[in-house]
């Protein structure tokens, strides 16, 4: 038996939400990782999990008691282009759970079966995708930076049929909602304002509960606009590239949600970009913050209509927040980056420092994440192809260091807790994926193991830190299918 408390309140919402869908057993279940801390929290019970009649549940086999298995409707503008209809094409929501803290958590399972949103597709994963989200969210969370989380990874015993037969996995996702920027475009397209209102008043009362009131479309917006500028501003500073930022992959709770072609940067630029689907670099690094304000009006578009009975006045008080964005984000971004630099205090001045740093580094070979820890000790000049392009950088940046009154070790435990010593670097992700596949778990769960940590130099993951040599590097990342 496996007893989840379940407390399902997506499932009590109107059924424009959503199709209710059954599981689809799959042959032979077999558990490769369970997260058993995220299970304590969530007040599941790791031995029942790893039970075979667990491992059917995390493999979408069975359906626990008290899960309302259904996929969720939504639309979304994927690379500019509007998709009326999407949702969930490969995932079922079992349900929701409080957990230890307090806080509603979606279980969902991803590559559990066909839904009537597959279109298209098979509704499965590939063990690839499945393990990449595994480590590379669990890895942002470790850094402190919100998002989805990951309970398990199963392998299925079936084969997926990709360009080549692979095996096929399922992974279990946790996250405080699955509410995204097209869930809202998805009932405005249709002018269903019933199920806009239904939404919207669910949103607030899940992620945004100061909101409540007549002015809650609003108040979601701008709670919506102040979470997302402080998420931009957390993968910037650690070089995180999302890949797919299509309004259908941005949450309106300000998590990181669909690890799909996400990649961390290894060399500096901000044009860096790894997806192999983005051929235009709509998605590349240095674009995120303003793609999320493009997102953000679409949510915003979609909220007018519940915004009073004065459109023009509505849509003049949603940009007016929309334009918020830049200063909330630069705020956020500053802050980032100036613990990046070990600066406690904010001067003017320090803007200019920073891009000047960055500036340097493009076009130097300079590895992000090694160049801003190595920032804490004396080394950073040696993460630049010519090493004078740091010195006189650094003379600046001393003399910034000097107007701080804190010590030297304190500026480098600043630097140390915010620019993380290891990374999900993309050539040990794909490694860790091939090993996998051909049946050796141990690279993943040694990348798990290192990103637990990522903020500590542990001597055993030392080779971790290592930056791709040519040969090793990957330069484009596939879709999360
Ligand atoms: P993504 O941008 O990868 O998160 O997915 C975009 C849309 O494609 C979503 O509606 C997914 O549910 C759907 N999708 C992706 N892969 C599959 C698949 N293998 N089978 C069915 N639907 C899929
Ligand atoms: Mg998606």
């Known amino acids: 038996m496996v007893k989840i408390p379940f407390d399902n309140s997506y499932a009590a919402l109107p059924e424009t939400f959503y199709s209710r869908v059954s599981p689809s057993p799959v042959s032979a279940p077999k558990l490769v990782a369970l997260n058993t801390d995220l299970a304590v929290e969530l007040g599941l019970n790791p031995d029942e999990l790893t039970s075979p009649a667990g491992v059917a549940v995390l493999s979408g086999s069975a359906a626990p008691d008290g899960a309302t298995p259904l996929a969720q409707a939504y639309a979304g503008h994927q690379f500019g282009g509007f998709s009326p209809q999407l949702g969930d094409g490969r995932a079922m929501l079992l349900g929701e759970v409080v957990d230890q803290s307090g806080i509603r958590q979606d279980i969902q399972l991803k590559g559990s079966g066909r839904t009537p949103y597959s279109r298209g597709g098979d509704g499965r994963a590939w063990l690839g995708p499945v393990l990449r989200e595994y480590v590379v969210s669990e890895a942002m969370h470790a850094m402190g930076i919100n998002t989805t989380r990951a309970l398990s990874a199963v392998t299925t015993g079936d084969s997926v049929m990709r360009e080549t037969p692979l095996p096929g996995a399922v992974l279990c996702r946790v996250a405080t909602s699955h509410i995204r920027v097209g869930t809202f475009q998805y009932f405005a397209a249709r002018q269903d304002l019933a199920s806009l209102k239904a939404l919207t008043d669910y949103t607030i009362a899940r992620h945004y509960p100061d909101a409540v009131g007549p002015d809650g479309p609003m108040g979601l917006f701008s709670a919506a606009v102040t979470a997302q500028a402080n998420l931009i501003a957390r993968w910037m500073g650690v070089g995180f590239i999302h890949g797919v930022m299509n309004t259908d992959n941005t949450h309106v709770g300000g998590i990181t949600i669909d690890y799909g072609p996400c990649a961390f940067m290894d060399s500096y630029h901000p044009a860096r970009l790894y ?179 990522p903020f500590e130099d542990i001597k055993e993951f030392e080779d971790l830190k290592r930056p791709p040599t040519s040969d090793e590097e990957v330069t484009e990342t596939f879709c999360g299918t």
């Open 275 to 453: 997806s192999s689907i983005d051929r235009r670099g709509r998605y590349a690094y240095g674009n995120q913050p303003e793609i999320i304000v493009w997102n953000l009006a679409q949510l915003a578009t979609s909220l007018i209509p519940l915004m009073g009975d004065d459109p023009d006045a509505s849509v003049k008080a949603a940009t007016d927040v929309l334009h918020s964005f830049s200063a909330q984000y630069k705020t956020a971004w500053l802050a980032e980056f100036r613990a990046k630099l070990g600066l406690k205090q904010a001067k003017d001045g320090d803007e200019a420092l920073i891009m000047d740093l960055l500036e340097r580094m493009a076009g130097q070979n300079a590895d992000f994440t090694n160049t801003f820890r190595a920032l804490a000790g004396d080394k950073a000049r040696d993460q630049f192809t010519d090493p004078t392009v740091f010195d006189d950088w650094n003379t600046r940046w001393q003399i910034r260091l000097a107007d701080e009154g804190t010590t030297q070790n304190e500026q480098r435990r600043l630097i140390r807790s915010t620019s993380p010593a290891v990374i999900p670097r993309n050539h040990r992700v794909e490694e860790m994926i091939e090993a996998a596949v051909a049946g050796d778990y141990g690279p993943f769960q040694r990348l798990n193991a290192a990103l637990a940590n």
